[in-house]
Structures are given as C-alpha cells and as structure tokens.
C-alpha cells in the first residue's frame, strides 16, 4: 500500500465518485465551479507548514519529502528547493516559532479559520484572524509565535516568491474559468441522471490555485466548498472535489442501514483494515465512515477507469484498489443492482477470502 498517498488522502477530498456504465465522455463542466488564483491568506500558512513539513518533520519522521517534490515537475522540484534554501537561512528563534506553530496546530485548522476572508486580505488580516480564533484556542505565547513568525516569514521570504508565483497561477486560473464557462452542463443533473437518484444538495465549488505542487486542502461552510489545487491541475481533475462531495449524499442513502452497520461490524474482524484505520484514519474518521472511504475510493478509480481509460494498480486505502477491480469486473450498472447491495457483496467477499 502506498502510505504516502494514503496521508495526502486523508487531507484532502480529492476524489472521484461513482457513475455506472453510461459512456461519460461526454461531460461538460458545472457553471458552479471557479477557479481563482492563489490567495495569500490560504498559501501564507500553507507554504510556511510545507517548510515545516519538509525541514521539520520530514527529519523526524524520516520521510522522504525530498522524493514526492522530486518525482512530481521540474517546478515542483525547484519548489522543494527554495523551501529548504529557506529553512536553512532563518535564525533558530524563528525556526522555533515555526516548529511551535505546526506542532500545536495542523496546517488544515489554522487555514480553516482564515477561508472566509477576503481574498484579498493582508498579513495583519491573518495574523488578527488567527490570534483572535476561538476554534484554535492559543496560548499567549503561541499567539505571539504566529504574529512574529508570520510577519517575519512574509517581509523576508514570501513576498516576493508569492508575488512571482501568483501571477503565472492567475493565468492558469483565467484559462481553466475559459474552459468551464465554454460548457453549460450541471454536474449535479450530470451524477442524477447517470445514476438514476436526485440529489437533495446544491454545491458551489471554488478553487484556488496552492503553490503546493504535491497536496491540496477542502474546507466547507454552508453549501460552498472551498479547494486548493496543484499547479499542474487540469480541467477534468476539478471535477474530482465536487464529484466525492456529492457523492457522499449517494451512500448517506444506505450507509445507516441495519444491512451496512452489520457488515461494518464484521470487519472490525478484518486485521489489515483495523490496523490502517488505528494508525491514520481514527483521528479523522468513525469506523463506520473508514468502511465508506475505501468503497468512495474505489468508486474514483472506477468513474476515472470509465471516463479517461486509466488503469489503475495502486492503492490509497485497504480496499479501494480490490473494489474498482470488482466493479470492472462485474461490469457495474446501477439499472441492474442498486449500489448498497454491491458494496455489501463486495464486503461480504473480503471477509471469505
């Protein structure tokens, strides 16, 4: 299994959902999804945690960040580059600060309690955002690590990396709003129509480009999801927020039935799942929903298979590989079995063999 794309997964919705076997090349894109340049409020925290991520944890954990950047672009290569050329030039109290502020919070919560500014809102906006936030509930001293860091990290190293960065991403941005607004289908009638339920939810998708170039971050409020893509996203992959988005409304259909619970029950017995829900899923999700997120996963890899060809041979999850695998096989269509009773058999197979 591989466990790095398994933490990048577990960060993110950044994933497809299930169509069936109607011939989805012909999707157009949703009106409702907008593409946006970098946002200094969203990329200010999460480069400094790539920093942290790369120079702090990376040699704790003995990961091999160094390879994800690497193997990715060449830009995601220089990237990796100047984020260690960083590190390396600020002073220790600074490094301090930085360690201080990621160790106390994760990269997700402290940029959570930023997305309803304004885009275009300033290092102090921030800065007062986060102090001032009841959700993140900081010492006065980790206060005044992030108002020093922060500041100090913007005027001497962001500024003007963001400021280069930011405007070849906003013609990217202008391309992909192009491309989107050159369709008119509905992605919600799109899934209705493809698999034959109606959808109770609307979803207004918005996009910033991160210069993360290897993870991305979802956030919610209302009915409006909020996503960072990569630099090398394309128009097709946007798809993939507010598919797994209304994909979930699908499964909320069934997965509280006695029938699933039963079946999640019985594979608490199972020990590889058990042993990956323990060591990365159990702080993010129920067992219950763990069971949701393989099947989730397989259905991405499935509705990609159907859509783009791609054959997948790698795994996020414990299951989600076996389960696109069995819908192959099966040659899944929702006219003929209703998708509870799939993902029951297919659980019900895992726990023969």
Request: aromatic share 16%.
């Amino acid at each position: 299994m591989n466990i790095k794309r398994l933490i990048v997964i577990l960060n993110i919705l950044s994933i497809f959902i299930l169509t069936g076997c109607k011939n989805t090349k012909d999707i157009n894109y949703n009106s409702d999804i907008k593409v946006n340049g970098p946002s200094l409020k969203i990329s200010l925290i999460q480069t400094a945690y790539e920093i942290y991520t790369t120079n702090i944890e990376n040699l704790s954990n003995n990961s091999t960040y160094e390879d994800l950047y690497n193997n990715t672009s060449r830009d995601a290569k220089k990237h990796y580059k100047w984020l260690t050329k960083t590190y390396n030039s600020m002073d220790d109290d600074m490094k301090f600060k930085l360690k201080n502020i990621f160790d106390s919070n994760s990269s997700w919560s402290y940029t959570n309690s930023v997305i309803n500014l304004d885009d275009n809102a300033s290092v102090s906006d921030i800065v007062d955002t986060l102090i001032s936030s009841k959700n993140l509930s900081l010492s006065s001293d980790l206060q005044n690590d992030i108002d020093v860091f922060f500041n100090y990290f913007y005027n001497d190293y962001f500024k003007s990396y963001f400021n280069k960065e930011k405007s070849s991403l906003n013609k990217k941005a202008s391309k992909l709003n192009e491309l989107l607004s050159s369709n008119d289908v509905d992605v919600k009638k799109f899934i209705e129509n493809v698999c034959g339920v109606t959808l109770s939810n609307d979803y207004i998708c918005t996009f910033y480009y991160s210069l993360n170039p290897i993870s991305s971050q979802s956030f919610e409020f209302d009915n409006n999801i909020v996503s960072t893509i990569e630099p090398n996203t394309s128009v097709k992959d946007l798809l993939r927020v507010p598919f797994h988005k209304y994909s979930h409304s699908l499964f909320d259909s069934f997965t509280d039935t006695p029938e699933f619970l039963d079946i999640c029950n019985e594979l608490e017995s199972d020990d590889e799942l058990v042993s990956v829900y323990n060591e990365y899923g159990r702080d993010a999700y129920h067992f219950n929903e763990w069971c949701e997120e393989n099947l989730i996963e397989g259905f991405s890899k499935y509705l990609d298979y159907r859509y783009s060809q791609y054959e997948y041979d790698f795994s996020n999850f414990v299951y989600d590989l076996d389960f696109y695998n069995y819908l192959r096989k099966i040659n899944f269509n929702p006219d003929k079995v209703n998708l509870k009773d799939v993902c029951i058999d297919f659980y019900t197979l895992c726990l023969e063999s």
